[in-house]
């Protein structure tokens, strides 16, 4: 298993409330992303970083920020969450970047539901 | 617009058959192409990938067919075995276009005993 932690593993929050979901990783991958499942969508990318304090939006980061201070740690902030961010949310980890010949690795997940 | 498709959300396979799970891609400009399996509840997991430059590529009972001019890859499974149950997502990505990969909507499959 490559080292990723993903807290909390499930969380239940009402409309309009703030939720940080954290990855944690022991592996001092350069590279750090947030993808969320949603059934008949796949895994879509909300956000990524490419070192500390780099990050980038993905397809579907509208409603959602990040923050990268350590190598090790990255957050994934819901401002103001809403029924359509109920999801798996899942962070992943490269390497060297997924540009060619790059894998990713990924957490266990964590289920968000809001109420 | 989804750029990576795969167009049957499940498949029933006996086990010792073989499994054809099928993906296409809209955006030419891909070059990489990977295979990733998912358990309930765990994160996906490296399976298998494929660059432009090959048709084929085999690990085991797992080989990757990619058709460039049909814009079509398919992974194949033989033979096929219980454990092999899970989620299967496609996925996609572009030289230049780092740091990014594209996921199909994934293909559940059952390998009956």
Known sequence: DAGITQSPR???????????????QTENHRYMYWYRQDPGHGL???HYSYGVKDTDKGEVSD?????????????????????SQ?????????????????????GSGTQLSVL | DQQVKQNSPSLSVQEGRISILNCDYTNSMFDYFLWY??????GPTFLISISSIKDKNEDGRFTVFLNKSAKHLSLHI???????????????SRM????????????RLLVRP
């Open chain 2, 37 to 42: 399996k998912k358990y309930p509840a765990e």
């Open chain 1, 44 to 46: 879509r990318l909300i």
């Open chain 2, 78 to 92: 033989v033979p096929s075995q219980p454990g092999d149950s899970a989620v299967y997502f496609c996925a996609a």
């Open chain 1, 86 to 106: 109920t999801s798996v949310y899942f962070c992943a980890i490269s390497r060297t970047g997924t540009g060619y010949g790059e894998k990713l690795f990924f």
């Open chain 1, 10 to 24: 499930h969380k239940v929050t009402e409309t309009g409330t703030p939720v940080t979901l954290r990855c944690h």
């Open chain 1, 63 to 83: 409603g959602y920020s990040v923050s990268r201070s350590k190598t090790e740690d990255f957050l994934l902030t819901l401002e103001s969450a809403t029924s």
């Open chain 2, 96 to 107: 230049d276009s780092s740091y990014k990969l594209i996921f199909g909507s994934g293909t």
